[in-house]
């Protein structure tokens, strides 16, 4: 990109791309347009003018200096970042999918079956009874699945003050137990990275609320011991709560619910379609186990009597809202559109092939790979070198790194997940731009990325201070 490299001034910035009013701006006469009382327009605005053409180049370069998987692989592991298909946005954007929440069920109808059949569908696939669409993330699924988890407890008079939770958990699962007035028990990996049963005997008790669970687990690796670990938990009197943020895995091959999991969140955004990233929108729906049905959000959906259609309904002892109507609709709508497009055998396909990708990638990399074989997801070590360096100069050969640093359990990891989409000349091309970042020089580490419109920057920083106005960065 040579234009305006003659700008390129800022720390770390490779490439600037000026402002749409930086080019040029121009003063319009905006009063007659305006329907607003005069005493709250105003007559003139200045304006950027760019011809259609630049507009276009403008917005195109800013989305080229971003990474997307539109544009290459993204094997960030517990992200699940794939190629949504176009399909489904069309769906969405359907005009008669987005109606207003506040529609009559009468005039509403055919949104109510879509609403149905999704907590149907997800019912089924997770082995679930009972479905409710409306938290928009999967942190918020887990924060609704542990307060019904909570509810369900009190209501039958168990005082219980704990969750346990894997070292290896995602830090949602933490944040939830904690926000939900829980005291987290850590328990430690075992040997081979699944769950240890005398530690988990140990754990827990008559204070265990929960124990929260992805299977399989962040470091891809199924927990075999399932039925053991639910009878434990369930000998104990706790629940067994199912994160769903790897489910891509089991689609069609194995149930949380047939496992003896009694509450779950799926991941819609990763599972099924949605890009994501960035802060959503997602959607996070949780399923439970009939005991557990009647302290889901409010309003529900269900077939009203007698073939008279669809009705909303409260469940008799619903925790509440934890979110508007029906939670993040139009993400709900995505994934009922690529679930029905897949079927049975192709959701069955996608998790078969998501597997093999990870299993053929983590043969095909220089770097060690504790543990093994995989799902749908592996943690490489990245050794003696920095993890977080190997992943810089992996974007200068085009790719975009995993994650990194996480588990905690595997000493530099790469948490790689190539996911289904990716065909054998791309996790070749995955795997070589590995295997080039892995060997290369110290220096080279050091200066990556060279090759991306930004260069190494503060990204702790930028989370614990964010700026998010272009006069905030100028005014410095
Ligand atoms: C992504 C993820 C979550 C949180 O889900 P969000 O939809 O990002 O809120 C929880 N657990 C695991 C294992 C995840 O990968």
């Given amino acids: 990109m040579i234009h305006d490299q003659a700008n390129y001034e800022r720390e770390g910035e490779n490439v600037r791309e000026p402002l749409l009013s930086e080019k040029g701006q121009e003063t319009v006469d905006v009063r007659e347009e305006s329907p607003l009382p005069d005493d709250l327009t105003r007559e003139e605005l200045t304006l950027p003018n760019p011809s259609e053409p630049e507009t276009a180049r403008h917005y195109t370069r800013l989305s080229q200096m971003n990474w997307a998987i539109d544009s290459g692989p993204y ?28 529609r009559s069920e009468r005039s509403a109808q055919g949104n109510l079956e879509l609403q149905h059949r999704l907590q149907e569908v997800l019912a089924e696939i997770g082995g679930m009874d009972a479905v409710t669409l409306q938290p928009p993330a999967g942190a918020a699924g887990e924060l609704t699945g542990i307060l019904v988890a909570k509810a369900y407890h009190e209501h039958h008079g168990n005082d219980r003050s704990e969750v346990v939770i894997p070292a290896s958990a995602h830090g949602t699962n933490f944040a939830t137990a904690a926000t939900a007035g829980y005291d987290v028990v850590e328990l430690p990996s075992g040997e081979d990275g699944r769950v240890d049963l005398e530690a988990l005997e140990a754990a827990v008790g008559d204070d265990t609320a929960a124990l ?30 199912y994160d769903g943020a790897n489910l891509n895995a089991l689609l069609g091959r194995g149930r949380p619910g047939d496992m003896g999991f009694d509450v779950m969140h799926y991941n819609v955004h990763k599972t099924f379609a949605t890009p994501h990233g960035g802060g959503g929108p997602g959607a996070g729906p949780v399923g439970v186990v009939d005991e557990l049905a009647p302290f889901l959000p409010t309003p529900r959906v269900r077939e009203a009597d007698e073939g008279s259609g669809y009705e909303r309904f409260e469940p008799d002892h619903t925790i509440g809202k934890v979110h508007g109507f029906a939670g993040n609709w139009l993400v709900s709508i995505k994934a009922y559109a690529y679930i029905a497009r897949l079927g049975d055998e192709g959701l069955a396909d996608a998790a078969a092939k998501a597997v093999l990708n990870a299993n053929y990638l983590a043969e095909r990399i220089d770097l060690d790979v504790p543990f093994g074989p995989f799902h749908h997801e592996f943690a490489a070590t990245a050794g003696d070198r920095d993890a977080a360096d190997v992943a810089k100069r992996m974007l200068d050969f085009g790719v975009h790194p995993p994650t990194t640093k996480w588990p905690e359990m595997v000493p530099e990891a790469m948490l790689t997940e190539p996911t289904e989409i990716e065909g054998q000349s791309s996790l070749d091309d995955l795997a070589e731009a590995f295997n080039l970042a892995y060997a290369d020089t110290d220096e080279a580490l050091d200066a990556a990325p060279n090759r991306t419109a930004a260069g190494r920057i503060d990204q702790v920083g930028a989370a614990r201070n964010p700026r998010l106005s272009w006069q905030a960065l100028d005014g410095e």
């Fill in 75 to 102: 094997p960030l592991g517990s992200c699940t970042m794939k190629y949504n298909p176009k399909f489904t946005e069309d769906v969405a954007a359907d005009t008669n999918a987005a109606i207003h929440p506040d």
């Fill in 212 to 241: 929260m669970l992805t299977n399989p687990n962040t470091v891809g690796l199924f927990e075999r011991d399932i039925t053991e670990i639910a009878d434990i938990v369930h000998d104990a009197g706790g629940l067994l709560y």
